[in-house]
């Protein structure tokens, strides 16, 4: 039922009124403001990702009726976000609907309910994408009595390894502090002062989590999602296991199990060695759906803002998530090579990118 109050004589919606009010003019001003921000790319491209070298793995043959779509561009085709939630599970795959599974602790079925489509947190100005990962949530030493769970939030960059899951509190705490912006949409300007501040960002909310710190890894997060279409599910475990494979052999320490987070976070030490000729670091994981099945390989690469060439330059991509479909195996070694490394997107195989900000990046 949709729930209207009246504040100060004026008439007040929930989320899902608001979803409703502006879903006509939010679909337009979105590709709008695709077709306003095409233009010449701000960052480093090769067409075509090179031939490998390496004796990688054979492209996975798929079940019929399960095609790979090689016809249409794909160059724009990623969702339009401000944040992505990452929750750490510690499965490889889900039910088709992962706010369903009910197989134990469900965070992103919590967090939905406060910022998914009618909750009273919603905002179709700024979108906040829940996702499941494989990655297993860190331990907490310290305080081995907390039932909790961690999360990676992109492209801020921040690693969340307690959230406690005894209480909504914390799941109110992570929206409130976290995910919600920091400056409303101007087609907000007709809401009265009490909803504008119920839909903004509340720093102070922050304090409620602790061990919160910066994610100075760099992160493959590969669609593995079989539970939704046997595509993703053939291609993820496959990819993952080549990305584990060559990222060494290109000097790029793999890091697994779950991330230490009562001492510094081990990618600190990666990006230090980075400019002295060490390896930097990064972690592969399979994640939920995140549309566009027909172009599996589905793959984003998470830079993170303070990684720097090999040559101890500032990386052009460092800050940026880069989307790429049609990922092969044949693929994974180029795109370590040049993107990971070296700062290009490949063009053939882009979908779009995000920067810190929520910032959406076209070719």
């Known amino acids: 039922m949709l729930l ?48 490998p070298t390496c004796a990688c793995a054979p492209t996975p043959a798929l079940p019929e009726g399960f095609e790979i779509d090689h016809k ?35 965070l992103a079925a919590d967090l939905r309910e406060l910022v998914g489509r009618g909750g009273i947190f919603s905002d179709p100005f700024h979108n906040i994408s ?20 961690s999360a990676y939030l992109l492209p801020d960059f921040k690693y969340l390894p307690f959230l406690p899951r005894v209480s909504f509190d914390s799941v109110e705490a992570l929206v409130r502090g976290y995910l919600l912006p920091e400056k409303l949409h101007p087609m907000h300007d007709g809401l009265s002062p009490i909803h504008k501040d119920r839909l903004l960002r509340k720093p102070a909310y922050q304090s409620l989590l602790f061990g919160v710190r910066d994610v100075e890894d760099v992160l493959v997060l590969i ?22 494979a060559r990222l060494p052999e290109l000097g790029v320490e793999v890091l697994t199990g779950p991330v230490e987070a009562d001492g510094p976070l081990d990618g600190a030490k990666a990006l230090e060695g980075a400019a002295s000729g060490r390896a930097y670091s990064a972690r592969v994981g399979l994640i939920s759906h995140i ?16 990684m720097k060439t090999a040559e101890g330059e500032a990386h052009p991509l460092a800050g940026h998530g ?7 195996p044949r693929h994974v070694q180029g795109i370590v090579a040049e993107t990971i490394l070296n700062g290009r997107v490949i063009s053939e195989l882009f979908r779009g990118g995000i920067k810190r900000g929520g910032e959406i990046l076209r070719l």
């Open 72 to 106: 249409t561009k794909i160059n724009g085709l990623i969702s339009n976000y401000a944040q992505q939630v990452l929750v750490c599970t510690g499965k490889d795959d889900w039910p088709s609907r992962i706010e369903e599974d009910s197989s134990g602790d469900n």
């Open 291 to 306: 549309g566009g099945h027909k172009f599996a390989g589905n793959v984003i690469v998470y830079l993170p803002p303070g």
């Open 130 to 149: 829940v996702l499941n990962a494989s990655f297993p949530s860190s331990i907490p030493h310290r305080r081995a009595e907390l039932q909790t769970t």
């Open 223 to 244: 669609c593995g999602h079989g539970g939704r279409d046997q595509r993703c599910g053939v291609f993820g475990p496959v990819l993952r296991d080549e990305f584990e």
């Open 4 to 51: 209207k109050r009246i504040v100060n004589g004026a008439r007040v919606c929930t989320g899902s009124a608001i979803k409703q009010q502006h879903h006509h003019v939010s679909r337009r001003s979105l590709g709008t403001r695709a077709k306003a921000t095409h233009k010449a790319p701000e960052f480093p491209t090769v067409p075509s990702c090179p031939s």
């Open 322 to 328: 880069i989307w790429y479909g049609r990922v092969e």
